[in-house]
């Protein structure tokens, strides 16, 4: 699987966007982007995942640039449940093999009133 | 999406006890199942990956026979920290992929070793 880098921190006021960034400057033409956060004591939850299209869902939208080298996932309206540690991974998605994560350092994002 | 559920949540033990958890998926069949740890302020590490009717694989300097794997059914998967010491606590964590190669994880179990 291809490293990514992400910050790792980020502020945002409630109620704003928050926008997050990740590079993935070696990711190959079969992987995908996926965006997964843990909230503290708790197992990471799915986001969202591109290849190199952007994407929307209820959660967020995730933008690729047109190089796919680097992406960034936007949450529209940050509250305060949305704290956590936000992982950026790049993978070959479908069927078992390949299936294995590699988890980075993640961005931990404080959310403020 | 998919449920992945992990059984206890939290759990003491006193030293050199052995300690079972459980990661089932709820509405689908998992053949492969991932089990992970994390220390504090710790990103998540990959231990070895789960195969349902075979051995598990292990990652690099986990020991197979401190960290016994079963995976008996198509949604179960267990974790047995053999012989536990105050260096085994931490929070594991286990995920298991759909059939569409989506990813889902379960709460996570934290192991105290007083």
């Known amino acids: 699987d291809a490293k990514t880098t992400q910050p790792p921190s980020m502020d945002c006021a409630e109620g704003r966007a928050a926008n997050l960034p990740c590079n993935h400057s070696?990711?190959?033409?079969?992987?995908?982007v996926y965006w997964y956060r843990q909230i503290h004591s708790q197992g990471p939850q799915y986001i969202i995942h591109g290849l190199k299209n952007n994407e929307t869902n209820e959660m967020a939208s995730l933008i690729i640039t047109e190089d796919r080298k680097s992406s960034t996932l936007i949450l529209p309206h940050a509250t305060l449940r949305d704290t956590a540690v936000y992982y950026c991974?790049?993978?070959?998605?479908?069927?078992?093999?390949?299936?294995?994560?590699?988890f980075g350092g993640g961005t931990r994002l404080m959310v403020k009133p | 999406g998919a449920v992945v559920s992990q059984h206890p949540s939290w759990v003491i033990c006193k030293s050199g006890t052995s300690v079972k958890i459980e990661c089932r998926s709820l509405d689908f069949q998992a053949t492969t199942m991932f089990w992970y740890r994390q220390f504090p302020k710790q990103s998540l590490m990959l231990m070895a990956t789960?195969?349902?009717?075979?051995?598990?694989?292990?990652e690099q300097g986990v020991e197979k026979d401190k960290f016994l794997i079963n995976h008996a059914s198509l949604t179960l998967s267990t974790l047995t920290v053999t012989s536990a010491h105050p260096e085994d606590s931490s929070f594991y964590i286990c995920?298991?992929?759909?059939?569409?190669?989506?990813?889902?994880f379960g709460e996570g179990s934290r192991l105290t070793v007083l």
């Open positions: 995920s298991a992929p759909t059939v569409t190669g989506e990813l889902f």
């Open positions: 991974i790049v993978r070959v998605a479908g069927g078992n093999a390949g299936n294995m994560l590699t």
């Open positions: 789960s195969n349902e009717g075979s051995k598990a694989t292990y």
């Open positions: 070696t990711i190959s033409g079969n992987e995908y």
